[in-house]
Structure formats: structure tokens, C-alpha cells
């Protein structure tokens, strides 16, 4: 009697658990993570039930794998990206090889998602493999990459994808047929802890049999573990808030998954059990595309020392990539490094179409570098083009004649910038007089220069750019109201440079509170301004030492009331 008591409090207790877990709610604000938590509490307490599901049938469990991918890729418009189209590949390359080992024959298909925020990879039943490109940055290894693919691959190949689509059929009421609509993030949830660690040890067999290391899993692991506490840091800070989404996301991942200490605990006793032999990592080939986005997220900061770091990494794993010489180049110039953002922008010069933007700066470079040699220099280069020049080409090389004390060219040039202008043949005209204009400033003569500056703003009298242009030579002409004038009002949108005018102007005025002040500004949103090197090589000498005296006016005055406070 007593053991049938016994019996029949445990399956009391058992129930009233059951009871309290169906109607326990957890309070989640809205985000990313909800859904995760939602999996977190709920679905991951059916994984660890006994699944009394008739397994469906393999084309059933394909067929719902594309029904899910299908819905899912139209939400994704695709964007015909060269780099994105070459880390798909990549991707196809790498999987394949993982996945003509895998027990069950399934038509695998890998999916690039290039999104910076999607720190991750999942699996949908059928053969759906996709990998998110903040995960993918992370890695330098083939072998990190194939530790991740093999995992999401031993998910469908174990059945822990199929069980999750039935699960949701038996608690939403719909038949596995109108399963397309799920939320994607059910499958990027973590399954059962015993589901995980299961894809964790056959994900790395299955790398290991076709040929990679298993200690690509065990760094790609703790790599995942480092930055998440990286981010989570982040995002502590205001104004981060993909960070903040990334961190919520990670919450509810690091909440639905086992221990890493766990994971790599149970692959290295894999590894002495196994006896598999240290083999050397493979690089990973795309990872050139992570470390240029990476500098180009730094140079954005202003942080141009590791700027360059970054890039030069990526052009170490593919050298004369563009994205990383962009990078490179702008950041050199930025540093006033101009002798080696010259060779850097002649790098990414194309002999058959030469980007405008790019000849501007290479030009700009080489004059800041070396104003004696620079025409020379350019002109070797411009001996190499296809074809006619095109008329920026011919516009900086009249530029850089001027400079060199020869105005016979940027005479030519002009008249054919006017011509232009008059037949409506090209809507760069004012363009073209801005920077011969520009040219004449650097050369000193502020009266061809302000003549060819007034041209451009008649035909774009609402250019800003063209107006502080103006600015800076009316300055040089001590024509102090008209360069006002030219500036506007304090509180219009201005860019840095048309700040620093300001500033200069102010200077220039007497006024140096409110040089200060503007000079303050323009140095926050662009620090270039306070390098000398910097200064020298872009603008007048008269700029040059109105900077300089208000660098010094500026730790004058902080000097004195630090002396003050003490």
C-alpha cells in the first residue's frame, strides 16, 4: 500500500510541475531576445520530454526545410554584392565538403547572411544551413568555420531540426504543411543541452574526417565566449545600440546553450580518446572581407592608427583588395602620411575608367607630399590610361601644373569647364571649376581662384561645399565679412571644415572665444585638424599658423585653470 502511496505522490508532484511550467511567464522586454527566451522556457522543456512523434518522412522534411528557407529569403531581398557572392561560395565549397559525410543524404544548401548584427548559425530541417557574418568575423581559421557548419549540419542530420518543426505543429494545431511562417529564430534557439553537445561531438567528427582540426572548434568556441563578454561590456555604453541588440540576442544563446567550458571539455577528451593527430588550421580564405569592414568601422571612429592595422591585415590575407586599400589610403591621409596614401590611391586607379573621387586624392597626395615632384609624378601615371583622359584627369594635372608655376594648362581647362557649362554637356562643370579653384588657393593666387569659385556657386548657388571654398580665399583676402557672408549663420548644418573657417575667421577677427569655441567643435569631428602635418599639406600657410596659435591659445588657457583649481 505504502509503495503504490509513494508512487502515486510522485506522479502528483510530476503534474503540478508540469502544471506550474505551462503557466509560468517570464518577463522579457520587447527585443530580440524575446523569442529565445520564449524557446528558452518553453521549447526547451518539450526537447526534454519523450517525443512520441511518427517521424516524418524525409522528402516531407525537405519539402517544409524550403517552404521555411522560401518565405524566409523573401524577406531578404538580394543584393548583387561581388564580396557577398564570394563568400557564398566560399561557404557552398567548405560545406559540401562537410556534408558528403554525413549520414543522411539530404540536398545541403548553405546560406551567407550579411548582417554584422547576425552573430550566428542555424539549421533548418531538410538541409538549410545558414551563417551570419558577425559570427563569420570572428574567425581566421577554415577550420572554425567547419567545426560551425558541422554542428548545424549534425542538427538536421540527428533529427533535432525535424523534432522542432513537429513540436511546433503539436502546439500551434497546424499540420506540418503550413509550417512556412515560423519564426526563423526557433531554429537559431538552442535545443535540449544533451541535442547540443550531441552536434558538438559529431559536428567535429565530421570536420575531422574531412580533413580539418578539431581545435578549430575548441577556438571558435572560446573565441564566441570572448566576445560576448566583449559586447556585453559594449553595450553598457549609450549610443551603442547595435551592440545593445547583439548583447540581448547573445543573452538568450548563451542562456539556451551549454557551458562552454563544458563544450571544450567534451571535445578535448574527444581528441585524447580519438588520438586524432594535431593537424595545422587552414586560413580562412573570405576573412580579408571581415578585417577591411572592420577598418572601415575604426577609420569611421577616427581611429586611424588601428584603421590601418586592420586593413593592412586584410591585404596581407588578399593583397590589393579595394576595400582594405580604400581604407588604407583614407587613413594615411588622414594621419597626413600623404607619400603612402599616394602609392595606396595609384594602386586602386584603374588605367581603363580612373575613378574621379579617386584621382582627386591622389592628386591632392601627391601635391601635400611633394608640391615640386607631384606634377611629375601624376603625369607618369596619367601616361598609362586607355584612351582620352578624362576631363578630372585633365583637371588635376592642370591643377598640378599651376602649382609647379605653369597656368597655361588650367587656362585650357577651365575654358573647357565654361564650354561644358554653356552646352549643358555635363553636370560636373561647377565641380571642375571648384577644383581648379582649389588649386589656384594652394598656389597662392587668390584672385583666380575666388573668379573661378564664383563661377561654380552661379550655376550651384546652394552648394556648401563651393561657398566655404570661397570662404577660405576670402579669409586669405582679409575680406572678412564677405567670408562670413559666404559661411552663413552658426546654427546652419556645417561640416567640419566649414567649422574650422569659423573658427579661423574669428581668429583672423580678434575674437578668440568664439574661435575657440568653433575651433573646439571642428577638432572634435575631425581631429585632423589638429595635425600640423595635416594643416601644412591641405591648406594656406595662413590657416597653418591661425590653427597652430589656436592650439596653443587653447592649452594656454587650460593650464591656467588647472592652476586655478589647485
Excluded at 579653384?437 to 552648394?463: F, H, K, M, T, V
Amino acid at each position: 500500500m505504502k509503495h503504490w502511496i509513494v508512487i502515486a505522490g510522485i506522479l502528483l508532484a510530476g503534474v503540478a510541475a508540469i502544471i506550474v511550467t505551462e503557466r509560468r511567464k517570464v518577463d522579457v522586454p520587447p527585443g530580440p531576445a524575446a523569442v529565445l527566451y520564449l524557446v528558452a522556457d518553453t521549447e526547451q522543456e518539450l526537447t526534454r520530454m519523450p517525443v512520441h512523434f511518427t517521424r516524418m518522412s524525409d522528402a516531407d522534411e525537405i519539402a517544409i526545410g524550403n517552404q521555411i528557407a522560401k518565405y524566409y529569403e523573401a524577406e531578404r531581398p538580394d543584393k548583387n554584392d561581388p564580396e557577398r557572392e564570394e563568400v557564398q561560395r566560399y561557404l557552398d565549397l567548405v560545406g559540401s565538403r562537410l556534408a558528403s559525410r554525413a549520414h543522411r543524404r539530404f540536398p545541403y544548401k548553405f546560406h551567407y547572411i550579411p548582417m554584422p548584427s547576425m552573430v550566428n548559425a542555424f539549421a533548418l530541417p531538410g538541409g538549410h544551413v545558414y551563417i551570419g557574418e558577425g559570427l563569420l568575423s570572428l574567425m581566421d581559421s577554415e577550420d572554425e568555420l567547419a567545426s560551425v557548419l558541422g554542428h548545424e549540419i549534425e542538427h538536421i542530420d540527428h533529427y533535432h531540426c525535424a523534432e522542432r518543426a513537429q513540436q511546433e505543429s503539436a502546439l500551434r494545431k497546424l499540420p506540418l504543411s503550413r509550417l512556412f511562417g515560423l519564426p526563423i529564430e526557433l531554429f537559431e534557439a538552442g535545443y535540449s543541452k544533451n541535442q547540443e553537445l550531441e552536434a558538438d561531438r559529431e559536428g567535429v567528427r565530421l570536420a575531422v574526417e574531412s580533413g580539418y582540426s578539431a581545435s578549430g572548434a575548441i577556438r571558435m568556441l572560446e573565441a564566441f565566449e570572448s566576445f560576448y563578454h566583449e559586447i556585453r561590456a559594449r553595450a553598457k555604453n549609450p549610443g551603442q545600440e547595435l551592440a545593445q541588440t547583439v548583447s540581448e540576442t547573445l543573452d538568450g544563446y548563451f542562456r539556451t546553450h551549454p557551458l562552454t567550458s563544458e563544450r571544450v571539455d567534451q571535445i578535448q577528451k574527444m581528441i585524447a580518446e580519438q588520438r586524432w593527430p594535431a593537424v595545422a588550421e587552414r586560413d580562412l580564405q573570405v576573412a580579408y572581407i571581415s578585417w577591411a569592414r572592420k577598418a572601415e568601422v575604426e577609420l569611421s571612429a577616427h581611429e586611424y592608427e588601428k584603421s590601418k592595422q586592420l586593413a593592412n591585415h586584410s591585404l596581407k590575407i588578399k593583397a590589393g583588395n579595394r576595400k582594405a586599400l580604400q581604407v588604407l589610403a583614407r587613413a594615411e591621409f588622414s594621419q597626413a602620411e600623404f607619400k603612402e596614401a599616394a602609392a595606396n590611391y595609384r594602386q586602386l586607379l584603374d588605367p581603363a575608367n580612373p575613378d574621379a573621387d579617386t584621382v582627386r586624392n591622389f592628386a591632392l597626395s601627391l601635391a601635400a607630399a611633394d608640391k615640386h615632384a607631384a606634377k611629375t609624378e601624376f603625369q607618369n601615371w596619367a601616361l598609362g590610361i586607355h584612351g582620352e583622359p578624362s576631363p578630372q584627369v585633365t583637371i588635376q594635372l592642370a591643377g598640378l601644373s599651376v602649382l609647379a608655376g605653369d597656368t597655361v594648362p588650367a587656362h585650357k581647362a577651365a575654358i573647357m569647364a565654361r564650354q561644358s557649362a554653356q552646352q549643358n554637356t555635363s553636370d560636373f562643370a561647377p565641380s571642375w571649376m571648384a577644383d581648379l579653384a582649389w588649386w589656384y588657393y594652394l598656389a597662392g593666387d587668390y584672385s583666380a581662384s575666388l573668379g573661378l569659385i564664383n563661377e561654380a556657386i552661379q550655376q550651384r548657388p546652394g552648394d556648401l561645399h563651393y561657398r566655404t571654398e570661397a570662404a577660405w580665399v576670402q579669409i586669405e583676402q582679409k575680406r572678412l565679412a564677405d567670408a562670413m557672408d559666404s559661411l552663413g549663420e552658426n546654427g546652419e548644418t556645417s561640416s567640419p571644415e566649414r567649422t574650422m573657417a569659423r573658427a579661423v575667421l574669428h581668429w583672423q577677427e580678434k575674437n578668440p572665444d568664439e574661435a575657440l569655441r568653433q575651433f573646439e567643435t571642428a577638432t572634435i569631428s575631425q581631429p585632423e585638424w589638429q595635425n600640423q602635418r595635416w594643416v601644412q599639406g591641405l591648406y594656406s600657410p595662413l590657416v597653418a599658423d591661425s590653427v597652430r596659435q589656436m592650439q596653443a591659445e587653447r592649452e594656454r588657457r587650460k593650464k591656467m585653470n588647472l592652476a586655478r583649481t589647485h
